[in-house]
């Protein structure tokens, strides 16, 4: 019995299927399949009832070993954990998840005076979903997460730090400009441009389509921020963004943003770690600053016809931070 088997098995009892479980251990499902079958012939004993192959099931023997393997992974994390956060404080090095567009358009107004005040202190930055990253923040792989949709969990704490809003935008010569009461019935023959298929944006247009009965035509997905912007503005599709990362195309006329009935628009941006975790000394250090420049930013949510020409207000860090390069 190995660790990689254990995890394999574990990852499809919380999956609820083997190519899930591939997806998340980054391998591939035969290969999952097989780790299985090793674990049932070292055992001697079927671990999983097969008679539903989309929903396999724990036999009496799986749900053992599913107890015991939790555990056995959890105890390897702590130790993981432990030397990590050792190195780390040796290395002086912080890891932080966050989503592409987050990471270009926020962080660096965080990172900027954090650096400044700890420059002995190397940072990583982890792109992903939210999902994947509060996985990694889970199993000790990076220490904070920046992220936008994070629900409550008991083992983490959650700060709300910015409150931007999703815009739909088109080029602004496209046939919708100037349509009034645009709803998504209205996006039924539009190419639509998707940044991750797995995102929790991904899954809020999905969950409005199919309210409105609407088929998603998805033209292209797992796009980066910079390349769908450039797109949507030489006319090859559409898009929903969050609002901070297209400030200036609208502001330059590159891009034009619609509003949408029918597809939520707030976009919360969460700092999240774990509780049961003694931070770092990097990490410490990382959230005095980001507290003293991040809070809740509450702004008034403007009348549905006005949103098109109303500027996000910037979080404080973001103007702490254009003070700072004004006065170099």
Not at 122 to 139: M, Y
Not at 153 to 162: H, V, Y
Not at 238 to 255: A, D, I, Y
């Amino acid at each position: 019995m190995e660790f990689q088997q254990l995890e394999m098995f574990t990852a499809v009892v919380e999956e609820g299927s083997v190519s899930r479980a591939a997806e998340r251990v980054f391998r591939t499902a035969p290969a999952v399949s097989i780790a299985i079958t090793k674990l049932e012939e070292e055992f001697g004993s079927v671990l999983f009832d097969r008679s539903d192959r989309q929903q396999p099931e724990l036999t009496p023997s799986g749900r053992v070993l599913y107890s015991y393997a939790r555990r056995i992974l959890e105890l390897r994390q702590e130790a993981t954990r432990a030397i990590k956060d050792g190195a780390q404080r040796r290395q002086g090095k912080l890891r932080i998840g966050t989503h592409e567009s987050t990471s270009l358009y926020l962080l660096p107004s965080l990172l900027r005076p954090f650096q400044e005040a700890h420059p002995e202190i190397k940072t990583e930055i982890v792109c992903g979903t939210t999902e994947r990253l509060l996985r990694a923040l889970s199993h000790g792989a990076i220490d904070v997460a920046l992220v936008g949709e994070a629900t409550e969990d008991a083992a983490l704490d959650r700060e709300l730090i910015f409150r931007d809003r999703l815009v739909f935008i088109v080029n602004p010569a496209h046939r919708l400009c100037g349509v009034n009461g645009l709803t998504v019935a209205a996006l039924e023959t539009e190419v639509l441009l998707v940044q991750s298929t797995r995102s929790k944006l991904r899954q809020r247009l999905a969950q409005a389509f199919a309210d409105a009965a609407v088929p998603l035509n998805l033209g292209v997905e797992n796009i980066a921020i910079e390349a769908m912007k450039r797109m949507v503005s030489e006319n090859l599709g559409v898009g929903f963004v969050p609002r901070m990362c297209v400030e200036e195309e609208l502001r330059q006329g590159k891009l034009t943003e619609l509003s949408i009935t029918g597809v939520r628009d707030d976009w919360d941006l969460w700092l999240v770690r774990r509780k049961d975790q003694n931070q770092s000394a990097p990490t410490q250090k990382f959230l005095a600053v980001a507290g003293g420049l991040l809070a809740p930013v509450e702004f008034p949510r403007p009348p549905r016809k006005l949103r098109a020409a109303t500027v996000l207000t910037k979080p404080k860090a973001i103007i702490m931070a254009k003070r700072k390069t004004a006065h170099c």
